[in-house]
């Protein structure tokens, strides 16, 4: 089992403040992924980092790899309600599978 | 958009008695995987399926857990004989290449299993 550690575990803000959420990891992977899950449903994917260094933006959030492969971080701009949710991220190796982070937690104040 | 979908939503069993969870992954995907979350806890993984046999399974996926594909378009998950501490969400995810690469998964709504 590959050890994902997430910080914080859990996050609470009011609407319009900014947030990073952080995966760190002893190992390297060939590819990072993170999802949001909503309580009662499965994680959704929200973005692949498969290059060191490489950063992917969506919208307001804005995801990195880290170079050397082993961490990722999710940051999120002028945070808003409905990206209330557990936030996931996952890392995997070709011919291994995803083994999911601890999760954080993020509620955002009205 | 293809989903995935998980049925029941909900299963109540006594301990003892087999479960079967039922899962129709989306139609063009070859990889598929269980996964659970215990309350409050990880999503963590328990085995993956390929070209119809186990390609991976976790130290979790024991002797009391089986999977089948039984048609082309059901992917089951079997468990033989439930303990208190199988209760949890079973997840079922589809992807259309392999795991641990750039393809992403997409996973069904769960079944939540509770054991008495």
């Known amino acids: 089992t590959q050890l994902l550690e997430q910080s914080p575990q859990f996050l609470s803000i009011q609407e319009g403040e900014n947030l990073t959420v952080y995966c760190n990891s002893s190992s390297v992977f060939s590819s990072l992924q993170w999802y949001r899950q909503e309580p009662g449903e499965g994680p959704v994917l929200l973005v692949t980092?498969?290059?060191?260094?490489e950063v992917k933006k969506l919208k307001r959030l804005t995801f990195q790899f880290g170079d050397a492969r082993k961490d990722s971080s999710l940051h999120i701009t002028a945070a808003q309600p409905g990206d209330t949710g557990l936030y996931l991220c996952a890392g995997g190796r070709p011919g291994n599978q995803f083994y999911f982070g601890t999760g954080t937690s993020l509620t955002v104040i009205p | 958009e293809p989903e995935v979908t998980q049925t029941p939503s909900h299963q109540v069993t006594q301990m003892g008695q087999e479960v079967i969870l039922r899962c129709v992954p989306i139609?063009?995907?070859?990889?598929f995987y269980w996964y659970r979350q215990i309350l409050g806890q990880k999503v963590e993984f328990l085995v993956s399926?390929?070209?119809?046999?186990?390609?991976?399974k976790s130290e979790i996926f024991d002797d009391q857990f089986s999977v089948e594909r039984p048609d082309g378009s059901n992917f089951t998950l079997k468990i033989r004989s439930t303990k208190l501490e199988d209760s949890a969400m079973y997840f079922c995810?589809?992807?259309?290449?392999?795991?641990?690469?750039?393809?992403?998964?997409?996973f069904g709504s769960g079944t939540r299993l509770t054991v008495v």
């Open positions: 995810a589809s992807s259309e290449g392999p795991g641990g690469s750039n393809y992403g998964y997409t």
């Open positions: 980092v498969v290059t060191g260094g």
């Open positions: 399926f390929y070209n119809n046999e186990i390609s991976e």
């Open positions: 139609s063009n995907h070859l990889y």
